[in-house]
């Protein structure tokens, strides 16, 4: 083969070099029947036909571009503009890894500047990394800054049992071995004043999701009061799209504002890859993970952007690190850069409250029917949990086969105590008709 460099007299050399006359002899070890395995592959086919057969494939995949879905729990089916993939598709972007030279990397680094800029102006902070994993690294490595500024003199976090179940999950597995103690997850009863209950002098900080995994929105301010009083931090989850109508954060009090950025133009991509959005205050800075671009000027005066702070091992002293990732999602939050820019002050406003009220339209219809019941005790967002007449699995599998509609998340699996109730995403996406359609199909199962 003319791409394999080696020569037959190449080839003998490093034989005779380990002690072998031929290549087989490198297989000794290896049963004979166990060598050269019959894998029954089809006959080969063209370019073309095999492209047919991977399409067929693909087809077979239930997606959110040929049915309609209703499913949320963190990950959310929002319009993608076709600016956003344009963008990242260009070679200058999509083949850059790290932006370790900023003579060369100008424009890698003003993306990422604009992004950090946009983030801070969406959740009310002073300054935002880029970036995390995803929203549960986020809130994981919000734990651990916190107990950075209190030098790991205080041991308690607090974390509310409303905060996505897999991000608290995260939170657990990152801070095993540091002794640390962990309350209010695990009471699902816990509401906000009894998590308020829990703040003390040992607590370092506590967590809590807004609108929370439910859907609902609260106003935080007490808490952060609270929170500040006893010299802990406040950590809010937010969902992105929702700081398009609601107070920020930070206008709260918060102190660190985390979440999955998954919704700011990434899709849903079958899980992954996600992004962790990450913004906190100035005074914190220095123990915040990731990285930070900023701006400056050069030698001639002109514009320019560095890389003003990596705190990973990679980069610093190993004592100074603040944590040991190894890299970011730099192609998702050039996605997300371009998503915000692009709608702009006035885009975003919109595409919240489209979410909003076709997803109250929707409670309102499915709360009609006999047999749901919708929590209506708490404003909400684009989630609202639903009561149902029957296991939501069931529910769930009569609306995928019979009326191709992806249903909302079964909440029993998380919360036992929620057996029989279905979390519904509603956002932009999702017409009249396929709300009506929804309604429709829950009235059938029911009957």
């Known amino acids: 083969m003319s791409f394999i460099p080696h020569t037959d007299a190449d080839r003998q050399e490093m034989l005779a070099k380990i002690g072998v006359e031929r290549i087989a002899d490198l297989f000794k070890d290896i ?34 571009n040929h049915y309609a879905c209703f499913l949320g729990a963190g990950a959310y089916n929002h319009y993608v503009p076709s600016v956003v993939d344009y963008a990242l598709q260009r070679g200058e972007f999509y083949t850059a890894y ?22 801070c102006a969406l959740t009310g902070m002073e300054v935002s990394n880029a970036s995390h994993y995803d929203g549960a690294t986020s809130l994981a490595e919000a734990v651990i800054m916190a107990v950075n500024v209190h030098r790991g003199k205080r041991k308690k976090i607090v974390l509310s049992p409303t905060i996505h ?64 009083a006893h010299k802990a931090l406040l950590t809010v989850v937010a969902d992105p799209i929702s700081l398009g109508m609601f107070k920020a954060p930070g206008d709260m009090g918060a102190d660190i504002v985390v979440g999955e950025g998954q919704s700011l133009g990434g899709g849903l991509n079958y899980g992954g890859p996600y992004l962790g959005f990450f913004a906190t205050r100035n005074e914190y800075v220095r123990r915040m993970a990731g990285r930070l671009v900023g701006e400056t000027t050069d030698a001639d005066g002109q514009r320019g952007y560095v890389l003003t702070l ?30 915000m820019a692009a709608l702009g002050r006035c885009g975003l406003p919109k595409i919240a409250s489209l979410c909003y009220h076709k997803a109250h339209y929707a409670a309102a219809q499915i709360n009609a029917l006999e047999g749901y ?25 009569h609306l995928l086969a019979e009326w191709e509609i992806i249903g ?36 059938e199962v029911a009957s």
């Open 165 to 228: 179940p897999e991000y608290r999950a995260v939170v657990r597995t990152y801070v095993q071995g540091m002794g640390l103690t962990i309350v209010g997850d695990m009471d699902p009863q816990a509401d906000l004043a009894a998590l308020q209950a829990m703040i003390d002098d040992d607590t370092v900080m506590l967590a809590v999701q807004n609108p929370n995994f439910f859907g609902q929105v609260a106003e935080l301010s007490s808490l952060a009061e609270a929170c500040h």
């Open 98 to 119: 790290t932006p370790y030279q900023p003579e060369i990397s100008q424009g890698t680094l003003q993306a990422i500047f604009e992004y950090q800029s946009m983030i």
């Open 373 to 397: 019941e919708v929590w209506q005790g708490k404003p909400f967002f684009k989630e609202f949990v639903v009561k149902c007449p029957r296991p939501v699995a069931e529910i769930n599998e």
């Open 31 to 64: 049963p004979a029947d166990r060598r050269y395995v019959d894998f029954d592959l089809p006959e080969p086919l063209s370019e073309m036909e095999a492209k047919w057969e991977l399409n067929a494939l693909a087809e077979a995949n239930v997606d959110a």
């Open 310 to 339: 990596a705190t990973r091992e990679q980069h610093i002293r190993r004592e100074r690190a603040t944590s040991n990732i190894c890299t970011n999602q730099g192609l998702l939050v050039l996605a997300a850069g371009v998503y």
């Open 408 to 443: 909302g998340y079964d909440l029993g699996r998380d919360y036992p105590h929620l057996a029989d109730h279905m979390l519904i995403a509603v956002t932009e996406t999702n017409t009249r008709e396929e709300i009506d359609d929804l309604v429709a199909a829950l009235e």
